[in-house]
């Protein structure tokens, strides 16, 4: 692991190796999904949707880049190593605010061993590139879902804005640099790319 963050958008601010961005993620998830079930036996309302929030925050955050690695080792796709670092599209989103925030959120990003990728075929390649975006959208829906449904104050409207966030989430990744783009990409050229992002 890295000794050294660099706060700077668009450039690694931490690498890791692929056991230990795994068992961070994995946290991640496990923490996701308690502080939901904490927030829904938590008295204060304010509190519930703060533990809420940071659950699936967790979640979002630690689902994309471990589900390219689960796909690609099903598909035996191997990986070198994960770098942390902000958004790697800020064209993406619009200038301000959001795009600033974009840029310093910490994304797992996993990098892919290139002859390995390129030694299956493209069938499995699209399904690693598919695996990161789909995780991101199930995961967060589930995640807000089940928040309504045990009735943490806020849960309702979280889910609402899941599923608006999930759809801009699946457009956004048909463009070019998105996942959807890369895996229908593949499928037509059979040229990879390397690298994988988790937004």
Not at 75 to 95: A, L
């Amino acid at each position: 692991m890295a000794m050294s963050v660099k706060w700077s958008p668009r450039k690694p601010w931490l690498r890791l190796s692929v056991a230990a961005g795994n068992i961070i993620q994995l946290a991640g998830l496990a923490l996701g999904g308690g502080a939901l079930l904490a927030a829904s036996s938590t008295p204060s309302s304010l509190w519930a949707i703060l533990e809420m929030s940071v659950g699936w925050i967790c979640l979002y955050l630690c689902c994309h880049a471990i589900a390219h690695w689960l796909v690609g080792r099903w598909f035996s796709i191997r990986f070198r190593y994960y770098t942390i670092d902000g958004t790697s599209k800020p064209q993406s989103w619009p200038s301000g605010p959001l795009r600033w925030l974009f840029e310093h959120i910490p994304f797992f990003r996993i990098h892919v061993d290139r002859t390995s990728l390129q030694s299956v075929n493209a069938g499995r390649q699209a399904a690693m590139w598919s695996a990161g975006v789909t995780a991101s959208v199930i995961v967060p829906v589930l995640g807000a879902f089940w928040a309504w449904r045990l009735h943490i104050p806020g849960g309702l409207y979280l889910f609402i804005f899941t599923v608006i966030w999930s759809i801009g989430t699946v457009i956004n990744n048909l463009r070019p640099g998105g996942d959807y783009f890369k895996a229908r990409q593949v499928l037509m050229t059979s040229k990879p790319s390397v690298n994988v992002k988790s937004e």
